[in-house]
């Protein structure tokens, strides 16, 4: 079936150093992505988005790329800081405007000081 | 800020019984959705809500569970018998109704964790 994985399931950086945070999805029909954040005993939190027309969008920090020709997204945030540690998932929203969001695992993003 | 709740924050019951999961999403929103996440395991989609009816649901979402707005407020998840593998964190979500169908912005509440025993 069709899924949204993640390369690494943990990933630990430098204050202050960027972070780079991958994601392969297989549906070839995806068009919109989004990545959360996630912190302890919390919800899932919109992060940004990208539709498929797009190879790239900055928000605050963060930057996403998507890369069709592969299948790949990532999610980079520049100048890591501590309130960064947390899990960020990917989720692929398929054709047509569908709310069905499939999930990737999850990344654990641990800030070192 | 407007924020999704969700009550009550622990639901602890027995196999077999009903439980009914309750969700106050933002008020201007139009999009309502349900989640779970199994502890340790990704977010799964369970079903998603608009104009007073499922806009699209997931294989999970089979006949033990419902959704209804039952009010202009509430938005509640009912699982009709429960089963042990139903023990799983439940995350409502609600959005706007985006007019160019291109930024769908969710906003979780904190989740009802279900224990099933």
């Known amino acids: 079936g069709e899924s949204v994985g993640l390369h690494l399931p943990t990933l630990s950086v430098q204050e202050g150093d960027n972070s780079i945070i991958n994601c392969a999805y297989s549906?070839?029909?995806?068009?919109?992505f989004i990545w959360y954040k996630q912190e302890s005993g919390k919800g899932p939190q919109f992060i940004i988005d990208?539709?498929?027309?797009?190879d790239k969008r900055q928000g605050q920090r963060v930057t996403v790329l998507l890369n069709k020709t592969v299948k790949h997204l990532s999610l980079q945030i520049a100048a890591t800081q501590p309130g960064d540690s947390a899990v960020y998932f990917c989720?692929?929203?398929?054709?047509?405007?569908?709310?069905?969001?499939?999930f990737g695992p999850g990344t654990r993003l641990s800030v070192l000081p | 800020e407007p924020e999704v709740t969700q009550t009550p924050s622990h639901q602890v019951t027995q196999m077999g019984q009903e439980v009914i999961l309750r969700c106050v999403p933002i008020?201007?929103?139009?999009?309502f959705y349900w989640y779970r996440q199994i502890l340790g395991q990704k977010v799964e989609f369970l079903v998603s809500?608009?104009?007073?009816?499922?806009?699209?649901k997931s294989e999970i979402f089979d006949d033990q569970f419902s959704v209804e707005r039952p009010d202009g407020s509430n938005f509640t998840l009912k699982i009709r018998s429960t089963k042990l593998e139903d023990s799983a964190m439940y995350f409502c979500?609600?959005?706007?109704?985006?007019?160019?169908?291109?930024?769908?912005?969710?906003?979780f509440g904190p989740g009802t964790r279900l224990t099933v025993l």
């Open positions: 990208i539709r498929s027309n797009m």
């Open positions: 008020s201007n929103h139009l999009y």
């Open positions: 979500a609600s959005s706007p109704l985006s007019l160019t169908g291109g930024n769908n912005e969710q906003f």
């Open positions: 549906n070839s029909a995806s068009d919109y």
């Open positions: 809500f608009y104009n007073n009816e499922i806009s699209e």
């Open positions: 989720a692929d929203a398929p054709l047509p405007w569908g709310q069905n969001f499939v």
